[in-house]
């Protein structure tokens, strides 16, 4: 009882300790990322006590203090409880989200099985859309709360964008859902670990059947409506509307400073590394390593090759987090090469192709489907 | 009197914190305060709906009313900004004493202890309330009630759109 508690526990501890330290981590490389692309050198001055040999620990140690020490000021006419709880709104649901992506396949340990994702849900991506909904609140609450116009307006715009992406995302992983027949995220990441023959017509097995069963193999268009929907989640370039310097100042955070801008900056990178996860969740295998199985690998060309149980595992808790960080560094790339939309433009692409698209893919997703079961 | 078990003891939290959040929707003064209070509530009773192993239900719950309701709700309040509210009228006041009371009746000869059949507490399917179980039984055993909702919430879709559009 009390071994199993500690478990859960060390799990949900070791996530959570991650998705921050990556979210922390990001802020550094999109610092440097952005001076990479632009071709500058980017943040270079931070010096504890005129010392600045560790660049790298230098400006992540710089930065939060810096934040954490500034004023943080309360905008008089503004709402001052509810000014304060709204950057924990805004941060609580992008942790949350991680309880159920499984980073691992199980950890057998002695006699104990440790099954490597926080909780098991049988609702399991339900769960994550309740909470991405709930998402929306930080925004809008911060937004009233401070008495502001700009901010007002941002919180609008960054609310309606919000609930229109979640429509187009929710839908577009419907196709997902359907294939692997199931709401389960461990569940879908191991039905991506069998070959992609199962799921082929006969003429196409020889040339393809090799292929690991991947979602974005089987579900191409889905990927890119996600993956768009996503990034609209994060509100960044090019979806950063609600917080449209030119035209809002900074939109909803405009009245936050120092500790409290810094939960919202923290809550958008953790929402970066939600986005990543889930991408490589659903499209890209999880945890999964091409023709790695619990013992060892087993090419399709035969041959094989056994590995120790503890190898395996750190393979494959390695190839998740080599993924999430190719996804995080890939949302940076998009925000510093993409132009920003207008705001119509934004709706537009959301309830007037986005959505259709999805839509168009649930029904040859199932026509397909419903046509291939008798091969299968 | 009932040992205090682990369960037991969250439950308690839980409800303590939910009828404590639930009391502060009517009681606060401001509306946008008394609009997250709710949404307070409604997670809290998601989170009991957790710990009674029925999380298709917490996340529908969360996804459908904390998510979506409240979040409609919040924008009404926040674009008509009702910042005073209206003095009370003594009408409103008899009716919402003459339903509370009617509540609080129901809910004492719900909680009046008579004790159920022991057929009836017969204990659940491991299935019971996965969202397996909930998707066979809309698409089986109620797939025309289901269907005729659907088309329900369509015509409330378009009649909304349509209404829209002629103030426009």
């Known amino acids: 009882m009390i071994v199993e508690l500690g478990i859960i526990a060390a799990k949900a501890a070791l996530v959570l300790f991650m998705v921050l330290n990556l979210a922390g981590l990001l802020g550094w490389i999109e610092r440097k990322g952005s001076a990479l692309i632009q071709n500058r050198i980017g943040a270079n001055r931070a010096s504890i006590f005129g010392f600045a040999g560790l660049g790298l620990v230098n400006t992540l140690i710089a930065d939060p203090i810096k934040f954490l020490t500034k004023e943080d000021f309360i905008p008089p006419h503004g709402d001052k409880l509810l000014h304060t709880l709204a950057p924990c709104l805004a941060l609580f649901p992008a942790l949350v989200t991680f309880a159920v992506i499984p980073f691992g396949d199980i950890l057998i340990l002695g006699e104990r099985v440790i099954n490597l994702q926080v909780a098991n849900l049988n609702v399991g991506i339900l769960y994550i859309f309740a909470m991405a909904s709930l998402s929306v609140y930080g925004i809008v609450i911060g937004a009233w709360a401070s008495n502001n116009k700009f901010s007002l307006l941002g919180g609008v715009r960054g609310s309606a964008q919000m609930i229109s992406y979640e429509v187009a995302m929710g839908l577009s992983v419907m196709g997902i859902l359907m294939v692997y027949g199931t709401l389960e995220l461990q569940e879908i990441v191991r039905g991506q670990g069998a070959p992609l023959r199962d799921w082929l017509p006969a003429f196409l097995k020889p040339v393809l059947g090799w292929l690991p069963a991947w979602g974005i193999i089987l579900q191409p268009v889905a990927f890119l409506l996600f993956f768009t929907a996503a990034v609209a989640e994060t509100k960044r370039i090019p979806f950063d509307l609600p917080e449209g310097e030119s035209e809002l100042a900074a939109g909803y955070h405009v009245e936050y400073s120092g500790g409290k801008f810094l939960m919202f900056f923290a809550g958008e990178f953790a929402e970066i590394v939600t986005a990543a996860a889930l991408t490589t969740t659903l499209f890209f295998g999880g945890w999964q390593v091409p023709f790695l199985m619990r013992d060892g690998f087993y090419f399709p060309w035969g041959g094989s090759l056994l590995l120790p149980h503890l190898a395996v595992v750190v393979l494959q808790v390695g190839a998740f987090g080599l993924k999430v960080l190719f996804f995080c560094w890939l949302q940076i790339l998009l925000r510093w090469t993409l132009p920003r939309f207008r705001y119509d433009q934004v709706m537009r692409l959301g309830w007037k192709m986005l959505l259709p698209a999805a839509l168009a893919n649930v029904i040859v997703t199932a026509v397909l489907i419903v046509a291939f079961q008798e091969t299968r | ?168």
């Open chain 2, 1 to 168: 009197m009932k040992t205090m078990t682990v369960p037991l003891f969250f439950f308690f939290i839980l409800g303590g914190l939910s009828i404590a959040s639930s009391l502060m929707v009517v009681f606060q003064r401001n509306v946008v305060h008394s609009a997250m209070s709710l949404v307070a509530t409604l997670f809290l009773v998601a989170v009991l709906f957790l710990t009674l192993e029925a999380p298709m239900i917490a996340v529908l719950q969360i996804f459908v009313y904390a998510g979506a309701i409240m979040v409609l709700f919040l924008f009404l309040i926040m674009f008509l900004n009702p910042t005073v509210l209206e003095g009370r009228q003594p009408l409103w006041w008899g009716l919402g004493f003459v339903a509370a009371l009617l509540f609080a009746l129901e809910l004492v000869t719900l909680l009046s202890p008579t004790p159920l059949p022991e057929a009836r507490i017969a204990p659940a399917a491991d299935e019971f309330g996965s969202p397996q179980m909930l998707a066979h039984s809309l698409f089986n055993d109620f797939v025309l009630p289901f269907e005729v909702a659907s088309v329900l919430l369509l015509v409330a879709l378009i009649g909304a759109v349509v209404l829209a559009k002629r103030e426009g």
